[in-house]
């Protein structure tokens, strides 16, 4: 898909090194000559807007037990307002890429920055400012005792380098990458089908190996087991009370926070493994070495 666009006749130093060389007719101009600080309050009316790394600036849902539900004070008049087409930035967690542009007029939190942006397509900026690169410059312009703990700072985001196609070019980069999305949308639903499809041909094909053998050709009898229906005549069923012996008592190593002790010859079942509604086995994978069976009292 990438490798059918051709590229630009000349190239220029972005002054980046993030963004490394950059068409010669693209502008570059400082993030502070493109924003302007918003402090519009007291629009308890306007719906609530979130920011998240994973899509930038959405509606909040109160509904959605996927969202994070942060606690909502009732007194929303503090909250800042965020126009259509703001760029609105959770200054805490901008070095991870949590900003976008506002989807329509709402509120925000107190915390989060609200800028006026002066870019020609929003869309065009929305793509730019969370993209890998620019999410490195707004890591570069936070600072803070560590990491995780990181703000962003006003200074340091005004010096951040904004390339600038032309306004034609902005509007082509965006129609460019919606339909790219969706053709990489098509392909992954496409791609899950075919695993799920593959996944259940798995399943069925354990299922008959494990309950009718590799011989397709064998005869077959009923089981007695409803859920188990025919397996090969040959075949017997026992209940695995008669396989096995259960030792009660105390473990003189614990198995679970010593690794040393598996890969053994004895099975090693933790009650946990046991369905509880069906009395069957339903996970099977572990063994142990005589340094972790069982000491009776």
């Known amino acids: 898909m990438?490798?059918?666009?051709?590229?630009?006749?000349?190239?220029?130093?972005?002054?980046?090194?993030?963004?490394?060389?950059?068409?010669?007719?693209?502008?570059?101009?400082?993030?502070?000559?493109?924003?302007?600080?918003?402090?519009?309050?007291?629009?308890?009316?306007?719906?609530?807007?979130?920011?998240?790394?994973?899509?930038?600036?959405?509606?909040?849902s109160l509904t959605d037990p996927d969202e994070n539900h942060n606690v909502i004070p009732e007194d929303?008049?503090?909250?800042?307002?965020?126009r259509k087409g703001s760029l609105v930035i959770n200054k805490m967690k901008a070095w991870q890429g949590s900003m976008?542009?506002?989807?329509?007029?709402?509120?925000?939190?107190?915390?989060?920055?609200?800028?006026?942006?002066?870019?020609?397509?929003?869309?065009?900026?929305?793509?730019?400012?969370?993209?890998k690169h620019y999410v490195s410059h707004f890591a570069q312009a936070s600072d803070g005792v560590r990491v995780?703990?990181?703000?962003?700072?006003?200074?340091?985001?005004?010096?951040?380098?904004?390339?600038?196609?032309?306004?034609?070019?902005?509007?082509?980069?965006?129609?460019?990458l919606d339909w790219a999305d969706g053709r990489l949308e098509l392909t992954i639903r496409a791609k899950r089908k075919v695993i799920g499809l593959l996944n259940e041909q798995k399943r069925a094909v354990i299922y008959r190996s494990v309950t009718r053998g590799l011989d397709s050709a064998v005869s077959l009898k009923n089981s007695g087991i409803s859920w188990l229906g025919y397996i090969p005549q040959?075949?017997?069923?026992?209940?695995?009370?008669?396989?096995?012996?259960?030792?009660?008592?105390?473990?003189?190593?614990?198995?679970?926070?010593?690794?040393?002790?598996?890969?053994?010859?004895?099975?090693?079942i933790q009650t946990g493994s046991v369905a509880q509604a069906g009395r069957y086995i339903t996970s099977y994978k572990q063994t142990l070495n005589e340094k972790g069976l069982v000491c009776c009292p």
């Open 2 to 60: 990438i490798s059918e666009l051709g590229p630009y006749i000349e190239y220029k130093d972005s002054g980046s090194q993030w963004l490394g060389l950059i068409p010669s007719a693209w502008k570059v101009r400082k993030l502070r000559t493109l924003i302007r600080r918003w402090n519009e309050r007291n629009q308890v009316d306007l719906p609530l807007l979130s920011v998240a790394r994973e899509k930038g600036v959405f509606v909040r």
């Open 76 to 82: 929303l008049s503090n909250y800042k307002v965020a």
């Open 100 to 131: 976008g542009i506002a989807p329509c007029d709402g509120i925000v939190s107190p915390a989060y920055y609200v800028f006026e942006l002066d870019i020609h397509n929003r869309m065009y900026a929305q793509r730019l400012f969370r993209s």
């Open 148 to 176: 995780g703990q990181w703000d962003l700072s006003i200074p340091g985001m005004r010096e951040i380098p904004v390339l600038l196609p032309s306004d034609e070019e902005q509007s082509s980069i965006v129609r460019f």
């Open 234 to 268: 040959h075949w017997e069923t026992r209940r695995i009370k008669q396989l096995t012996k259960i030792l009660r008592g105390k473990f003189s190593h614990r198995p679970r926070n010593d690794s040393s002790l598996y890969d053994g010859a004895y099975p090693f």
